[in-house]
């Protein structure tokens, strides 16, 4: 009999969820509170249901061939950024194709989630849920948490001295979808991520100004790279080689180097301040806001009045009719008991970001708790396909007696700053990628490929490391893999490809003589010195015959 899972919440990383447990052979059931599937992606215009939806104008900032799950490609007429709707319906294609929307109630939240008393033999679970004012209750056999992680806004008000005397108007970014209402009025932005970049631009257009307040500064990256392909594609193993054996100090100096030489941070007001972890951000066009003097860079806020702000360095912006902020969420567990609920919050106890450490039985996987510098996406898919076979017994992880002394250990380190807490950093993606797939055993073999099939090789380490890597082996292994890798760069200048320009003749070169004629030219030569040679031989041979050898020496010149 199939064991029988509880997945809680059907955006992406339910989907993935959903689909790797049909893999194994799971039984799955999705609650989802919402009417519909895709969790933020899928737009509201109004936040009052309480959800974090995406705002309207949002772009993806990972591209469609590194964003994809490992088995189902972005069809090659998809832009490589898309807007949130093409996203969507992404995510509606991958959910029809492998029918997974039967496996979903809708309208339907989870309100608590226990052990059974018989836990530490079973380890099942007892799931109580409602769906519109019924209430429910199942036993599963495990559990997959695929809440995410921007359940609740971060609102720190008590950090803004003199904030409840501001008389404008206060929201934070989750209350944000389109700009019309912000026409003419002088805004302030708090917080410098993506989502503050993407706001203080597009409020730039319509807004008399906007101030955009950051503690740390960012890096700001451009969605293209030279050349004007995805930056992402260039995120490859060969990259990730160099700078795990190279020096940090000298990686950080080229970096800096190379991102100032596109855009001189200092000057626009955006370098990261001394002592401050580094960060990036994907925006291609702040700096042209700055630049055009829509949007004004500014320190971090020391104070409010009732309607000014007065910064760290000194200065004060006045007339300020909105305080938007961008400073992140809150997520939390509110079905679970204590003291599962604290071990589930702190990302660092979790083993490998996905096992909290406490549970003698390991039925229990938080998915999509994670902040990696590649796509989230990906990475719920390859922390789903490892859960569901640990379920089934086929991976192991080690027991809960470790994993607790390792997690307490951990703790107190961070709490006597031997080591910091890390929870908050974006991982590696190549890192964690890799990481997961080799419990599965699907990670690539890169020296055996090589062997094997130099061509595939080649791409894999030297090429953009896209999902599709790890479904050329072990468990999962996709039979499309290998041809999605080699035409990956297909499937990213497709959309690219819509004016097609004759090309006009160019000035013949001597590069392009020598191409032509090289080949041709060094054949005939080697045939007329073979011959050449050949002739002389002959000739020395009858001469030889013809007169004794000291007739000869008067031929052979002498040296002087």
Not at 45 to 51: A, E, R
Not at 218 to 239: A, D, E, H, I
Request: glycine share 6%.
């Amino acid at each position: 009999m199939a064991k029988k899972v509880a997945v809680i919440g059907a955006g992406v990383s339910g989907l993935s969820s959903i689909k790797c447990c049909l893999d194994e052979n799971l039984e799955p059931t999705c609650f989802e509170r919402s009417s519909d599937f895709g969790g933020l992606w899928k737009f509201a215009d109004t936040s009052k249901d309480g959800m974090t939806r995406v705002y309207r104008s949002l772009v993806t900032n990972v591209c469609k061939e590194m964003s994809c799950y490992s088995d189902f490609p972005f069809p090659e007429d998809y832009p490589n950024f898309m807007s949130h709707e093409k996203f969507w319906d992404y995510l509606r294609e991958f959910a029809e194709h492998f029918g997974l929307l039967r496996y979903i109630r809708f309208k339907t939240t989870v309100l608590s989630v226990t052990k059974r008393p018989d836990f530490s033999e079973t380890g099942q679970w007892d799931v109580v849920t409602e769906t519109e004012g019924k209430q429910d209750r199942a036993v599963f056999d495990a559990v997959m948490v695929c809440t995410g992680q921007f359940l609740s806004p971060h609102l720190p008000l008590e950090s803004f001295p003199g904030i409840h005397k501001f008389k404008g108007q206060i929201l934070h970014s989750q209350e944000y979808r389109i700009p019309d209402a912000f026409r003419g009025k002088r805004i302030l932005v708090i917080g410098l991520g993506n989502t503050g970049g993407d706001i203080a631009v597009e409020l730039s257009r319509i807004a008399a100004q906007v101030f955009l307040s950051t503690r740390t500064g960012t890096w700001v990256l451009s969605r293209s790279s030279p050349g004007g392909y995805p930056f992402n594609m260039m995120q490859t193993r060969w990259l990730n080689f160099l700078v795990r054996v190279l020096p940090s100090r000298f990686i950080n100096w080229t970096l800096e180097r190379k991102m100032n030489k596109i855009l001189n941070h200092e000057n626009y007001g955006l370098s990261i301040a001394k002592g401050k972890k580094p960060k990036f951000i994907v925006n291609d066009e702040l700096p042209a806001c700055i630049l055009c003097g829509k949007v004004t860079m500014k320190t971090s806020v020391k104070n409010f009045t009732d309607s000014s702000v007065i910064f760290e360095d000194g200065t004060t912006e006045a007339n300020i009719d909105v305080v938007i902020f961008t400073t992140g969420y809150e997520f939390s567990f509110p079905f679970f008991e204590e003291p599962l609920k604290s071990f589930c919050t702190k990302k660092i106890t979790l083993y490998k970001r996905v096992f909290p450490p406490n549970l003698e039985r390991t039925t229990l996987a938080i998915i999509g708790l994670i902040s990696l510098n590649g796509s989230i996406l990906v990475g719920t898919e390859f922390q789903a396909r490892w859960a569901t076979r640990v379920f089934k017994g086929l991976c192991s992880i080690p027991p809960s007696q470790k994993l607790m002394a390792e997690a307490t250990k951990t703790e107190q380190l961070i709490k006597r700053g031997v080591i910091k807490d890390t929870s908050q950093d974006k991982l590696d993606f190549i890192t964690y990628m890799d990481e997961l797939t080799q419990c599965i055993g699907a990670k690539p073999s890169i020296p055996l490929l090589f062997i094997k099939d130099p061509r595939l090789a080649w791409e894999v380490f030297f090429g953009p490391c896209t999902p599709y890597q790890y479904r050329l082996v072990g468990p999962g292994r996709w039979d499309g893999a290998r041809n999605a890798i080699l035409t990956q760069w297909d499937r990213t200048l497709k959309p690219l490809k819509t004016r097609i320009v004759p090309k006009s003749p160019e000035p013949t070169s001597l590069s392009h003589y020598l191409k032509t004629w090289g080949a041709p030219v060094l054949l005939v030569s080697l045939l007329l010195i073979y011959k050449s040679s050949h002739f002389l031989e002959l000739v020395q041979g009858k001469l030889l015959r013809r007169f004794p050898p000291y007739r000869l020496l008067w031929y052979i010149p002498q040296n002087s």
